[in-house]
């Protein structure tokens, strides 16, 4: 008796093909729930990004405008500032440690805003503003060769985020 192929058992091409996808949708899926920290994380570093290069390019833009006059009193000796807001500016208190500088204490540059250079002054991700807090958690360093450095002093993975102008 010759054997008859048309009733073998298995599966048709279309049938591994769709069962492939499936099982690509589900590691797909499980990649981004596995470690969603990390996805916070990194979103928050790319606010921080945004944010120090914002102010960077807000205090270049003010001080080329004005025949090369900071928008506050700094000093151009690698001393490090605390970028404050809502007139808060003082001696003292604390930089945060990213910027291994001398500490300038709070940096107040609402100056920016109020001319215009930028629509608001920034804060971090993970700022807290409980308490009147007005720290923005960022810092400001410039040397004598008129560069400034603006970073961010909490950062994920102990990432360095910091732009010079």
């Known amino acids: 008796m010759p054997v008859?192929?048309?009733h073998q058992k298995?599966?048709?091409?279309?049938?591994?093909?769709?069962?492939?996808?499936i099982i690509a949708l589900l590691a797909a899926a499980t990649f981004v729930a596995v470690d969603p920290a990390k996805r916070i994380g990194d979103t928050q570093n790319a606010q921080r990004w945004s944010d120090v290069t914002a102010l960077a390019d807000a205090w270049a833009a003010y001080v080329a405008d004005n025949n090369g006059i900071d928008p506050a009193t700094v000093a151009a000796d690698g001393t490090g500032y605390q970028i404050d807001t809502l007139g808060h500016s003082s001696s003292g208190g604390t930089i945060c440690t990213a910027t291994n500088t001398a500490d300038g204490g709070m940096l107040d540059i609402d100056q920016l805003?109020?001319?215009?250079?930028?629509?608001?002054?920034?804060?971090?991700?993970n700022t807290n503003l409980v308490n009147g807090?007005?720290?923005?958690?960022?810092y400001f360093t410039k040397y004598a060769s008129g560069i400034i450095y603006i970073g961010a002093c909490d950062t994920?993975?102990?990432?360095?985020?910091?732009v010079a102008r």
């Open 4 to 6: 008859n192929n048309s």
């Open 10 to 21: 298995g599966f048709t091409l279309i049938e591994l093909i769709i069962v492939v996808a």
């Open 113 to 125: 805003v109020s001319s215009g250079y930028i629509g608001t002054i920034p804060y971090d991700p």
């Open 133 to 138: 807090s007005t720290s923005t958690n960022y």
């Open 156 to 162: 994920y993975n102990s990432a360095t985020i910091q």
